[in-house]
């Protein structure tokens, strides 16, 4: 079992580009969590989805975040003309409905 | 092993009774966080100790941090039923934020 599984680890991004973390769930989970870490602070809670849905959308900003969980493949944050701001630590987190919580590893992204 | 391993895995308490959560991680850290999971929902913050600091409170909750012995221990006083969830801990260092498995803690009405 993989785990969950977040790639690129670190993303560099100029100020204006769009950028897309992915996050691979366990297997057989279907409930996916995006949450963001800014320096030095703790998470803080973006998106919940489960498959082809969004659940609790409540954390993400209003502009330029959107986020998608599709019946195939990865979960996909995508940010859209980043700011500086939008440097942070992004992770996700899988569970099967209400066991086997499990974070993944994280993407580091560098707005320049 | 992973960096941020809680014990025990799972703890049962009668209501009303302290439960204690331990953490321990193996490398340098900048600080350390202690989070909670209710079944199905998101993680909410609870406390952050940095790592110049040995001890920290918020409400029934009550955190302490020993970098010699690379351990942390996250006390929870008075249990309640809604104190009923999954505990993290995470350890934020130079290769990032690292969290482990988690206690998941039971209080019996």
């Known amino acids: 079992n993989a785990g969950v599984m977040q790639n690129p680890r670190h993303l560099v991004r100029r100020r204006g580009q769009e950028a897309r973390l992915r996050c691979s769930p366990m297997k057989g989970h279907s409930h996916v969590y995006w949450y963001r870490q800014l320096p030095e602070e703790g998470l803080k809670f973006m998106v919940y989805l489960q498959k082809e849905n969004i659940i609790d959308e409540s954390g993400m900003p209003k502009e330029r975040f959107s986020a998608e969980f599709p019946k195939e493949g990865p979960s996909i944050l995508r940010i859209q003309q980043v700011v500086r701001g939008d440097s942070a630590a992004y992770f996700c987190?899988?569970?099967?409905?209400?066991?086997?919580?499990?974070f993944g590893s994280g993407t580091r992204l560098t707005v320049v | 092993s992973q960096q941020g391993e809680e014990d025990p895995q799972a703890l049962s308490i009668q209501e009303g009774e302290n439960a204690t959560m331990n953490c321990s991680y193996k490398t340098s850290i900048n600080n350390l966080q202690w989070y909670r999971q209710n079944s199905g929902r998101g993680l909410v913050h609870l406390i952050l100790?940095?790592?110049?600091?040995r001890e920290k409170h918020s409400g029934r909750l009550r955190v302490t941090l020993d970098t010699s012995k690379k351990s942390s221990s996250l006390l929870i006083t008075a249990s309640r039923a809604a104190d009923t969830a999954s505990y993290f801990c995470a350890t934020d260092s130079a290769d990032g934020l690292t969290f482990g498995k988690g206690t998941h803690l039971i209080i019996q009405p």
């Open positions: 100790i940095r790592s110049n600091e």
């Open positions: 987190a899988s569970s099967i409905d209400r066991d086997g919580y499990t």
